[in-house]
């Protein structure tokens, strides 16, 4: 008590100083144990919620200003702890003067330390909303000096670690040899080698080559009922709402999700899609569906209108079926079919991609990706049932040419010598 009366202003600022490091305490392990839902909620949440992903955009600079913060007022705060004991030695109490120092280690590290970041860690969302706007001052405050952080940072990584250098990627056959050596059963390696290609190949596939053509999907306008399916599920699995004066896709809902939203404006359920150009990589689609939660991405030419559209089950379809393609997905055929020798049925929608492994030729880059778009390349006109042309080591009949995405192709070789390649995905 008496020690109280003797130093209660200087207990009274170390009490401070305390609840100052919890809160910096807490702040960084709520913030940064924040998962991917709690962010995407939290953005589309209040002003609060929004400053917290403000923050986490910046990572570093949020991390150096609570680790600057908090080491600030850790000094300050055993400097006035060794004060008073030292106060107290002074006046020969050195009992005392011992206990006030242990007293306050065990309180920082408790009560600033273990105790606020365990519950910045259980309660992350929650904490983030009501610390994030004081937390983005005291960030402020040391933006005019953070540069010297950054220069001296920078200087001491170049003394000590001047040939740092990044390891390099790993090569596809370092992962087809990791995969091997981690199951004995051959088959089941074969079919996680085959996943791992196709995943490989989504980095050189265009978005044009994967999509659902525009003729292959069907639109509602707002506004849009669940009588409007007519009873029968959507080709693509979703309903695709457009926008009320175009047939521009603005929204989508997965069918398995029509039992839980009412009968009626169904458009007000649906998930915003993304816009993509033609010529992104499927990696890229699904890099983006990814990133922003959604599962359908609209296809755009250079014109910006919607020319088709990706969605994340053609994806994983893709990348997981087993000898899969687009014809297969969308036309329920196979895109090349032998029929006998030295002919074939090839579909329209089939890709150069997958004429060139098929028969392990290859083939020169045109503008068009599919067999379809090659006969209308070299045609200049639309295909009719009858029309032969020939192109490279290829001969084409076209044997149906209605409706165009249901075109069939009678394809020979020239040599009538076939080369078979490994297969694969278009």
């Not at 850790?74 to 242990?102: C, D, M, P």
């Not at 940072?153 to 390099?168: I, K, L, M």
Request: proline share 5%.
């Amino acid at each position: 008590m008496i020690i109280l009366q003797q130093f209660g202003p200087l207990i009274a600022a170390m009490l401070l100083l305390a609840v100052g490091s919890a809160f910096f305490s807490c702040s960084e392990a709520a913030l940064f144990s924040l998962q991917l839902d709690d962010r995407r909620a939290l953005k589309k949440g209040a002003m609060a919620g929004q400053a917290a992903i403000r923050l986490l955009d910046l990572p570093d600079r949020l991390l150096t200003a609570i680790l600057f913060w908090n080491l600030i007022i850790n000094v300050v705060y055993f400097a006035l702890a060794s004060v008073i004991s030292l106060q107290l030695e002074k006046q020969g109490q050195r009992t005392e003067a011992g206990l006030v120092a242990l007293l306050a280690l065990l309180a920082i590290i408790l009560l600033s330390e273990m105790i606020p970041k365990t519950v910045g860690v259980l309660m992350p969302r929650t904490l983030a909303q009501l610390l994030s706007l004081p937390l983005a001052v005291a960030v402020r405050f040391l933006d005019p000096i953070a540069p010297l952080f950054t220069t001296i940072n920078q200087a001491v990584r170049r003394v000590f670690f001047p040939n740092f250098q990044s390891e390099p990627y790993l090569a596809l056959r370092d992962l087809e040899q990791a995969i091997t050596v981690s199951t004995a059963d051959e088959e089941l390696a074969a079919l996680e080698r085959l996943a791992l290609q196709n995943i490989v190949l989504l980095s050189d596939q265009r978005a044009d080559e994967l999509m659902r053509p525009r003729k292959q999907y069907q639109t509602f306008s707002p506004p849009v009922n669940l009588e409007d399916l007519g009873g029968r599920p959507t080709r693509s699995g979703y309903v695709l709402v457009t926008e009320a004066d175009s047939d521009e896709i603005t929204g989508a809902i997965a069918l398995n999700y029509l039992p839980t939203v009412p009968r009626h404006h169904l458009e007000k359920f649906a998930r915003p899609v993304i816009y993509l150009p033609w010529c992104a990589t499927a990696a890229a689609v699904f890099d983006e569906l990814q990133s922003q939660q959604q599962e359908v991405a609209a296809i755009v030419n250079e014109l910006g209108e919607t020319i088709g559209i990706v969605t994340l089950e053609d994806l994983l379809q893709n990348v997981f079926a087993d000898q899969g393609s687009r014809s297969e997905r969308l036309l329920e055929t196979s895109p090349i079919e032998q029929l006998e020798e030295n002919l074939w049925q090839v579909t329209g929608m089939a890709t150069l991609r997958r004429l060139s492994r098929e028969f392990n030729i290859t083939l020169p880059t045109m503008k068009s990706t599919t067999v379809a778009g090659v006969v209308q390349e070299l045609l200049h006109r639309l295909p009719v049932a009858g029309d032969e042309i020939e192109w490279e080591s290829f001969s084409f009949r076209v044997i149906e040419a209605e409706p165009q995405e249901k075109m069939l192709v009678h394809l020979s070789l020239k040599t009538g010598q076939r080369k078979r390649g490994q297969g694969g995905k278009p």
